[in-house]
């Protein structure tokens, strides 16, 4: 029912991004900020009044 190798391989790739979690985190956010920040500017141009 459960292919162990599988999820062996799953947890050693899981195991050898913790490194680069931080990075990741941080280029998410940042990503994420930026598609809020330009669609607020879109819908404001599109005439909607900025949201306080």
């Known amino acids: 029912m459960y292919n162990w190798s599988l999820q ?4 050693a ?3 050898s991004q913790r ?3 931080q990075w990741q985190h ?3 956010m940042s990503v994420l900020y ?4 330009t669609q ?10 900025p949201v306080p």
Do not use: K, M, N, Q
Request: hydrophobic content about 55%; cysteine-free.
């Open 8 to 11: 062996d391989a799953i947890a």
């Open 13 to 15: 790739f899981v195991e």
């Open 19 to 21: 490194p680069f979690w």
């Open 26 to 28: 941080d280029l998410y």
């Open 34 to 37: 930026g598609f809020a920040d």
């Open 40 to 49: 607020s500017h879109l819908l404001t141009l599109l005439g909607f009044p």
